[in-house]
């Protein structure tokens, strides 16, 4: 009689299949959790040099730099933004002597953006226009910064940035106000050619879409994924539905948190449950008024 033939039964190798499945979905789940942890810590790292590299320019030119404007000698001479005078404290002192503009700057690099996976010329974390701006120290902290008519000067700020740690912070002192905040390199349904980002960019100006920048308008509601209300900030947006709008926004990662750097180096995340009076007060360095309860939050 002939001997059973080996192998494995249907049922086996359902069983076989399922317990596979299911080992490979939890080991993706497991891969994807260390990115983004990976990539948080990436970002809050970035966001902690950043902070450092303001202190770092304070303690030099005994003020920190203009939003876009003049600070020092450049090898390059002309107005520049924030970011760009900040190179030459986070090792990117070869960009800032050529002045390129589509350069991959590690530190100003968040990993957690999906906006992009282009680095040339992003600046993830946009610069609070309350803090490196003349026009923004001198708006209550209640209120919408008035820029004029921006857009077509090559010079806005120019000669500003009269901001010091830390007699611009008092009497609150620096640990409640916001210096630095996460942003979307891009606005997806605007990026039309490769290389350029559309909303945040280390060489864009105060009011531009592609300035990396925030903070020109008082919040009137809470965080939100849509800025109709204005918002405290946008709540990990959809890439096509990032609002790079003058100035206006920073834009979280995550939709319960945001990542910020203070004006004592030290980083922070709040909850997208603040409220819009605790977030303006936060966002004004000469605000008298410290923030609410739920700053603790």
């Known amino acids: 009689m002939a001997g059973k033939r080996p192998g494995f039964s249907i049922t ?7 317990v596979t499945a299911a080992a490979l979905a939890l080991a993706i789940m497991a891969l994807n959790r260390g990115r ?8 809050l790292n970035n966001l902690k ?8 320019c304070n303690d030099v030119f005994r003020k920190l730099p203009p939003a876009y404007g003049k600070l020092g000698a450049p090898p390059v001479p002309g107005n520049y933004s924030v970011h760009f005078h900040l190179m030459l404290f986070v090792e990117a002192d070869n960009v800032y002597r050529t002045a390129k503009t589509d350069a991959a700057v590690w530190a100003f690099k968040a990993s957690a953006d999906p906006s ?7 600046q993830n974390f946009a610069a609070n226009l309350r803090v490196f701006s003349d026009k923004g120290l001198s708006t209550p902290y209640n209120a919408d910064i008035d820029f ?3 857009l077509f000067s090559d010079t806005w700020d120019s000669g500003n940035g009269t901001a010091r740690i830390p007699t611009t912070f008092e009497p609150r002192g620096t640990s409640y106000v916001i210096i ?3 942003r979307f390199a891009n606005n997806t349904a605007r990026r039309f050619y490769p290389g350029a980002p559309t909303c945040s960019s280390y060489s864009g100006k105060p009011y531009h879409d592609d300035g990396a920048f925030f903070g ?3 919040a009137l509601g809470f965080a939100r994924s849509e800025t109709s209300n204005t918002p405290t900030f946008q709540t990990a947006p959809f890439p096509v539905s990032v609002n790079c709008a003058y100035s206006a926004f920073s834009h979280s990662f995550r939709p319960d948190l945001i990542d910020v750097a203070l004006a004592d180096a030290s980083v922070r995340s709040i909850s997208a449950e603040i409220s819009p009076e605790t977030w303006n007060r936060a966002m004004q360095p000469n605000c008298e008024l410290k923030p609410d309860a739920d700053w603790e939050n």
């Open 148 to 150: 004029g008519d921006p």
């Open 180 to 182: 630095f905040s996460t």
């Open 216 to 218: 020109s308008k008082a």
């Open 36 to 43: 983004r942890v990976h990539g948080n810590v990436q970002h």
């Open 12 to 18: 086996e190798l359902v069983v076989i299949l399922v």
């Open 49 to 56: 040099q950043l902070s450092l590299a303001a202190h770092s």
């Open 116 to 122: 992009t996976s282009d680095d040339r010329g992003v």
